[in-house]
C-alpha cells in the first residue's frame, strides 16, 4: 500500500510515464502508431504505423463476454499481432507478411519511502505495450512516412505556435494535392515566416563545407589522372 501511495504521488494527475499509457484501448482492426524505437534494425521505430490483426491474452485472464461493446482486462496480453505498414522484419512461419508480434515494454521507476525515520529507495518495474491510437497525430511522429490520404491542421495551436519546419513536415507526408486536405483555416502569415538566424548560419556553414569538398575532390581527381 506505502508503494502504491509513494507511486500515485511520484505520477500525479500524468496519464502516461516514459511513454507507457497509463490505458490503453485496443481492437482488432485499430489502426496503432509505435511510440518508442523497439528494434530499430527491424524499423519497429518511434511513429511507425500498423493495423491489429491480433491480441493473444495472458493464460491467466478471466473469461469475458465476447459479445460485450468493450472488455477490461485484468492482466496485459502477452503480445499484440500488428500488421506494420513497413518493416525490415522477414516474414514468420504461420503469420502473413509484415505481420510482427509487439511484446509490452518495461519501465524502471524509482521512488523514495519513508519507513519510519528511514527513508528507503524502491525499484518499481512497470509494464505496457508502447502503441496508442494512430487515427491522429503529431507532425513528429509523421516525418519520413508517406501516407495515401492525409487529413492536416496547420492551424493556430493551443499553445507555442508553428514553425516552417513543422508546415514542411505537415504539408509533404502525402503524393500530391489531391491525396492531402486542410483540416481548417489557418494564418498565410505561417508561411511567410523567416528562419532562425541560427539555422540560417548552419545551413550557410554545411554549404560552404560542401563546396570545399566539392573542389578538394575535383582536384584529388586531377592529381590521380596526371599521374
Same mark, same amino acid.
Given at each position: 500500500m506505502v508503494e502504491r501511495y509513494a507511486l500515485a504521488i511520484c505520477l500525479g494527475k500524468q496519464k502516461s510515464h516514459k511513454n507507457l499509457p497509463?490505458?490503453? %484501448?485496443l481492437a482488432i482492426g485499430a489502426k496503432v502508431l509505435? *511510440? $518508442? &524505437?523497439?528494434e530499430t534494425d527491424l524499423d519497429i521505430t518511434n511513429g511507425m504505423r500498423g493495423e491489429i490483426v491480433d491480441i493473444v491474452l495472458d493464460?491467466? %485472464?478471466? $473469461? @469475458? +463476454? +465476447?459479445n460485450g461493446p468493450v472488455t477490461h482486462l485484468k492482466y496485459l496480453p502477452l503480445y499484440i499481432l500488428v500488421k506494420m505498414k513497413r518493416t525490415r522484419a522477414q516474414k514468420l512461419a504461420g503469420l502473413d507478411e509484415n505481420v510482427i508480434p509487439i511484446e509490452p515494454t518495461s519501465q524502471k521507476i524509482y521512488l523514495k519511502i519513508r519507513r519510519g525515520k528511514k527513508i528507503v529507495s524502491r525499484t518499481l518495474i512497470r509494464k505496457q505495450f508502447s502503441m496508442t491510437s494512430a487515427y491522429a497525430f503529431t507532425d513528429y511522429h509523421s516525418q519520413g512516412q *508517406?501516407? !495515401?490520404?492525409?487529413?492536416?491542421d496547420i492551424g493556430k495551436p493551443p499553445t507555442g505556435k !508553428? &514553425?516552417?519546419f513543422n508546415l514542411y513536415v505537415a504539408l509533404s507526408r502525402s503524393s500530391g494535392r489531391r491525396t492531402i486536405q486542410l483540416l481548417r483555416d489557418f494564418?498565410?502569415?505561417?508561411?511567410l515566416m523567416? @528562419? %532562425?538566424p541560427e539555422v540560417m548560419a548552419e545551413d550557410n556553414r554545411l554549404e560552404g563545407l560542401n563546396s570545399r569538398t566539392k573542389r578538394w575532390w575535383d582536384k584529388m581527381k586531377e592529381g590521380s589522372v596526371s599521374r
Open positions: 497509463d490505458q490503453l %484501448e509505435v *511510440t $518508442k &524505437n523497439i493464460p491467466c %485472464e478471466p $473469461k @469475458h +463476454d +465476447d *508517406t501516407i !495515401l490520404y492525409v487529413l492536416i !508553428l &514553425n516552417l494564418q498565410p502569415e505561417a508561411l523567416g @528562419h %532562425e
